[in-house]
């Protein structure tokens, strides 16, 4: 999940972010911020069930985590503003 959302930011949300301006550049950054709270969940997610099994993720998590609460908190802001979605293609390879 996070590669995919990973892949959503760069490849998508900041292509058309950098070809948006007013409204319009202001609802996909909003829409990149459900994304990026998306991929940080993912990541603590992994780490936490990384540190039940052992692997010591304390450090990178409570980074993560500190993202995570940011991209909250600026999702928080901005609630009530538009917000667009983009459609990616998302693969995986396991």
Request: no cysteine; hydrophobic share 40%.
């Amino acid at each position: 999940m996070n590669d995919i959302a990973n892949d959503a930011e760069t490849d998508t949300f900041n292509v058309e972010i950098g070809k948006a301006t007013g409204d319009a550049k202001t609802a996909l950054t909003n829409g990149k911020i459900k994304n990026k709270v998306l991929k940080l969940t993912a990541t603590s997610l992994e780490l936490q069930i990384k540190a039940s099994q052992g692997e010591d993720t304390a450090a990178k998590l409570a980074a993560e985590t500190k993202k995570l609460n940011n991209n909250i908190a600026l999702d928080k802001a901005a609630a009530g503003q538009p917000s667009t979605k983009l459609a990616f293609d998302a693969t995986t390879t396991a």
